[in-house]
């Protein structure tokens, strides 16, 4: 059979979608109590949650067009114990797991070690999901009966977190993206993940994910697409190793 078409080149390297952090930092009434050796940038807790309202629809509210987002929300949380003074504090990492808006992958050489460059978007309704995020995590989690009493102090504060203007600012300030990003040649492979139009290529990464990312962290999703590309390598060996003529021995003498 003949190859597949190549898709249209302009569509190569779109879809590009990462997942976005915003950080805070708890400081507990505990005694700080840490090592020098344990304050690291290694998080003690990794855990994932959705912040949706439980009617499916945001309390962010409807974007630009008059939609209202639906739920599920998928973030993870990061922490990191540390110290601030003589109190234990915990570094946290908020991160939306699945932004709505995509950017494209440039290629910018034919060169192997130059770097392509990576466009990057989020939209309106991206920042207002990080911002109820936010919100989340400090009523749900930080305003929960065993843990309000043991908080000292909170960064960013009630103040900017109850202010959508000061909130949007502090997350425009504090947030990065989270170097996992994936889709940029989605619907370029076909279900065995062979790049289509060429021969003998595969491409078993983050870049063929459907729309950019799972809900969860994409670890896992990435080393299932490798496992299954090696499966079907190895098939395909084997039964082309079937279909070979045994070699033909010369007969000594």
């Keep these: 059979a003949s190859p597949s078409p190549v898709p249209h080149a302009s569509h190569i390297g779109e879809g590009l979608r990462d997942r976005v952090a915003v950080f805070a930092t708890v400081v507990t009434n505990f005694p700080?109590?840490?090592?020098?050796?344990?304050?690291?940038?290694?998080?003690?807790?990794?855990?994932?949650f959705n912040f949706s309202d439980s009617d499916g629809a945001t309390a962010a509210g409807a974007d630009s067009g008059g939609r209202v987002a639906e739920g599920p929300l998928d973030a993870e949380i990061n922490m990191v114990e540390g110290c601030a003074e003589?109190?234990?504090?915990?570094?946290?990492?908020?991160?939306?797991?699945?932004?709505?808006?995509?950017?494209?992958?440039?290629?910018?050489?034919?060169h192997p070690f130059v770097h392509p460059t990576a466009e990057l978007h989020a939209t309106a309704n991206d920042l207002k999901r990080m911002m109820q995020m936010m919100r989340w995590f400090r009523d749900r989690v930080l305003g929960h009966s065993d843990v309000e009493g043991h908080v000292y102090d909170f960064i960013p504060g009630d103040d900017i977190v109850r202010s959508d203007e000061m909130l949007e600012a502090y997350i425009r300030s504090f947030s990065e993206w989270y170097l996992h990003p994936s889709g940029s040649l989605s619907g370029s492979v076909d279900r065995r993940l062979r790049l289509r139009g060429l021969e003998?290529?595969?491409?078993?990464?983050?870049?063929?994910?459907?729309?950019?990312?799972?809900?969860?962290?994409?670890?896992?999703?990435?080393?299932?697409?490798?496992?299954?590309?090696?499966?079907?390598?190895?098939?395909?060996?084997?039964?082309?190793?079937?279909?070979?003529?045994?070699?033909?021995?010369?007969?000594?003498?």
Excluded at 34 to 40: C, E, G, P, V
């Design 86 to 110: 003589d109190l234990r504090s915990v570094s946290v990492r908020l991160i939306m797991q699945r932004t709505e808006g995509a950017g494209r992958v440039h290629v910018v050489s034919p």
């Design 200 to 253: 003998n290529v595969r491409v078993a990464d983050a870049s063929v994910l459907p729309n950019g990312l799972p809900s969860g962290h994409p670890d896992v999703t990435i080393r299932m697409l490798g496992n299954s590309a090696a499966q079907w390598l190895m098939e395909e060996h084997v039964a082309l190793s079937s279909a070979m003529p045994p070699p033909q021995h010369r007969a000594a003498g």
């Design 32 to 48: 700080c109590g840490i090592t020098a050796t344990k304050n690291d940038d290694v998080p003690n807790l990794f855990a994932f």
